[in-house]
């Protein structure tokens, strides 16, 4: 019996050892989710920062000496061009006024005797009753009291224009803001005192700067532009402002504290939203890029040498591409340099890759949670 056991035991220990010599199967290649890339068309914006200004801003300022006496309009309120603002006394403006009236009839009255004078000279020298001397004093008293009423002439405009300034009207149509001055007070007396301010706030100004490098690398860019720059005002609440802007400004010097360049554009404000002077973000188009390729945040990873992907090539092997990215755009990178068209840009299991190795490409879906910390795991 023990025979028969030592028999069957041999065997058992040759299968044993056969099976030790097969080597175990190969995993199969780690499936990988790809977006195939093509070249294509992107607008090209720029997040920005600016401050609005009135389109038009007037100082209304005391033109002639006198006591305030009134303001006539709504401190805060949209006024009209030529509307009355303020009035400042006019009774010593209107005799001073007077004054040259009564100085322009005395020159008148001069002028008259003068020319009388003159025609007598004139009609008694043929005979030669009246000296050569006495001809030319004659005609020359003429020519002074002419010019005597000319003077008097512009003096009366002058009181006139003058008069008219006790009465201070709106210079532009706009907003009016707070009075300087309270009545009672006396004004331009040695120089022109400030009354209010109107500031033309539809529409506004946006006033910001953009590096100057930036600046040469979007005019260097092969842009296709349809009319003017457009210029996106983003409001407090991060909502877009209902009515876009246009560029109309760009400076040609660099500021040299900034290294920036000044860059306007013109807001439409028809319901007097926007305020001057406010801090705001806006986002400029500045044209439309051909041949750029949008990639999936996810896809790109960064290492010391700067942005990549990974991509899945034709012969299934992955393979490392560094790429050039211009900006985020919703949830993808613009890519402006380093793909081709038709590549496979491995989005998801980032992990499984590796370059060099084969793997088997599937469409990508947008990732789950889940998956979404694999990848973000991957690259980190």
Partial sequence: MRRAAITLLFPLLALAACGGDVPPAAPPPPELGVVVVQPGDALLKRDLVGRLAAYRSA???????????????????????GQVLFEIDPAPLR???????????QARANQANARAA????????????????????????ERSASAAVQAAQAAVESAGINLGYATVRAP???????????????????????????????PLYVNFTMGAAELDQVRAMQLDREGAVQVQVQLPDGSPYAHAGQLDFSGDTVDPDT????LRAILPNPDRRLLPGTYVTLVATLGVQHGVFPVPHAAVQRDATGPYVLVVGADDTVARKDVTIDRSEGGDWIVTAGLAAGDRVVVSGLQ????????????????????AGDDASAQD
């Fill in 259 to 262: 290294g920036a360049v000044s």
């Fill in 172 to 202: 532009i149509s706009g907003r009016a803001g707070k009075q300087q001055v309270t009545e009672g007070a006396l004004v331009g007396e040695g120089s022109a005192t400030l009354l209010t301010t109107v500031d033309q706030i539809d």
């Fill in 59 to 81: 100082d209304v300022r005391a033109r002639v000496a006198g006591v305030l006496q009134r303001r006539a309009y709504q401190e805060g309120s949209d006024v009209r061009e």
């Fill in 118 to 141: 003159a025609d007598r000279a004139r009609s008694l020298a043929p005979q030669k009753f009246i000296s050569q001397s006495d001809l030319d004093n004659a005609l020359a008293a």
């Fill in 95 to 105: 005799a001073a006024a007077s004054e040259t009236q009564a100085a322009l009839a």
């Fill in 352 to 371: 499984r890759a590796r370059v060099g190795e084969p793997a088997t490409a599937t469409p990508w879906q947008p990732a789950t949670s889940g998956d």
